[in-house]
């Protein structure tokens, strides 16, 4: 079976549209960011949204291109790797981010918002890799 161009845009407008919005964030500081409750609840929801696309992307690739179908979120970017269409250390990174999801989505009570923080300032570029790598495919 062949990808569907339609849903890899879609999901690459998705993840486009969140790290626009993140973004805004890099020019405040930790400790700013850290004093807003409306900016952290934006922060985690629109890197929820930008992390469940790429994991969007990553499992359609798997299942079209690849006719595999992982069985947990982080082991699809390994399943990319393996199969050449990403790069060992973008994956490495991407299953970090992919961890860190099930922590936004799940353990919400708990959520660390200075890894949150970091997250941001530090690994957007790993979104925006991944974003490129995939929308090269169609």
């Given at each position: 079976m062949?990808?569907?161009p339609d849903l890899i845009r879609a999901r690459c407008a998705e993840i486009d549209a969140s790290l626009a919005r993140l973004e805004e964030f890099h020019r405040?500081?930790?400790?700013q960011f850290?004093?807003?409750q409306d900016g952290l609840d934006v922060a985690c929801y629109r890197?929820?949204?930008a992390?469940?696309?790429a994991l969007a992307l990553c499992f359609h690739v798997s299942a079209k291109r690849l006719h595999q179908v992982p069985e947990e979120y982080a082991g699809c970017f390994?399943?990319?790797e393996r199969a050449g269409l990403?790069?060992?250390e973008l994956s490495s990174r991407l299953q970090q981010m992919a961890r860190f999801r099930n922590l936004l989505v799940h353990v919400y009570w708990k959520i660390d918002y200075g890894q949150v923080y970091d997250v941001i300032t530090t690994r957007l570029d790993d979104l925006r890799a991944f974003r490129a790598a995939i929308a090269g495919l169609i």
């Open positions: 062949s990808l569907n405040l500081s930790r400790e850290l004093a807003s890197l929820l949204i992390i469940e696309a390994s399943t990319l990403i790069p060992a």
